[in-house]
């Protein structure tokens, strides 16, 4: 399969001269099957530019969402597909939380949120909300989840194909203060062997404690998860709009000595966009992880 990041900043758009070599754009990760489906992980201001690629594309469209706080959806209204007539998009959402059966994708273009009315696109796009995973599988797209620790809840997500396996947990607090939704040591099972690790860290020692509770981790628990759970790779997520790009190249350097130190076979990205994960099964022998940065 082949990972690429449209979006990797959390919870604001933050364009500027600070943070353009990472980038501005909100959560959009682009996973394209080795059987050549396309699998959208969250819908923030990323999904603009997929958007124009995937309109050479024909096929159906899957966008996987990990809720439906602003960031992860702002971007759909721009997402071209979805005035393509007859072009099918299936938006798998959730009813975790306190939220109620609601597709926050479809319901922001409402006419007044935005100036169309969902019912005025042309596209084929539906809305499941129910048994997420046996639908997918339905579709050939082999995918298990976990509930996230984070204000109103919400999924995390293990992709597995051919023996590679892409794990995708954005706004996610794993050690978080009040009510525990999945509990560190079931991270640690859920995320075990995989090839890459897609975690958010929004944080550093310095947020805290103010922002204890927020629904995000810290950069440091975030590695110290990759090393529990024996991943690959870690892909360090939904960096914070205040982070500007020399910060995120300090939280680098201290991830590879981290690694080096721990002597955990684990190699480290800060995600940035354009950035692309290939992974390529080697028949028994593991999987080969190559990660292509000349986007960024
Ligand atoms: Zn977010
Ligand atoms: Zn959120």
């Given at each position: ?7 990797v ?13 990472y ?37 159906m ?19 071209m ?6 072009r ?20 922001q ?11 005025e ?118 960096h ?24 955990a ?11 692309e ?7 028994g ?8 940065r000349?986007?960024?």
């Open positions: 399969m082949k990972i690429t990041f449209y979006g900043r959390g919870s604001i758009p933050s364009p500027g001269p600070d943070t353009c070599r980038g501005g754009n909100t959560p959009c990760v682009h996973v394209e099957t080795a059987s050549g489906q396309d699998l959208i992980l969250d819908a923030g201001t990323g999904i603009r530019k997929l958007g124009k690629r995937l309109m050479e594309k024909d096929g469209i899957n966008v996987l969402l990990s809720h439906g706080h602003w960031d992860h959806i702002q971007g759909y209204p721009f997402f597909p979805i005035y393509q007539p007859d099918q998009i299936r938006v798998y959402t959730s009813a975790a939380g306190d939220h109620g059966q609601i597709c926050s994708l479809i319901d273009i409402d006419g007044a949120s935005f100036p169309l009315k969902a019912t696109l042309p596209s084929r796009s539906e809305c499941v909300m129910d048994n997420v995973e046996t639908e997918l599988a339905r579709h050939n797209i082999h995918v298990t989840r976990r509930p996230i620790n984070h204000p109103g809840g919400g999924y995390g997500y293990r992709i597995e194909e051919d023996n590679t396996s892409c794990i995708y947990i954005t706004d996610n607090e794993l050690e978080p203060p009040g009510e525990v939704a999945t509990t560190y040591d079931q991270w640690v099972e859920f995320c075990h062997g995989a090839d890459v690790l897609i975690h958010d860290a929004q944080y550093v020692e310095d947020d805290m404690p103010h922002k204890h509770g927020w629904g995000h981790s810290l950069v440091s628990q975030a590695r110290q998860l990759a090393v529990d759970a024996e991943v690959g790779c870690l892909v360090i997520f939904h914070d709009p205040d982070r500007s790009d020399n910060e995120i190249d300090l939280i680098q350097q201290q991830n590879e000595r981290f690694f080096s130190q721990a002597g076979p684990v190699t480290s990205h800060c995600a940035a966009e354009g950035m994960i290939e992974l390529t099964p080697q028949g022998k593991g999987t080969v992880i190559e990660v292509d000349s986007g960024h």
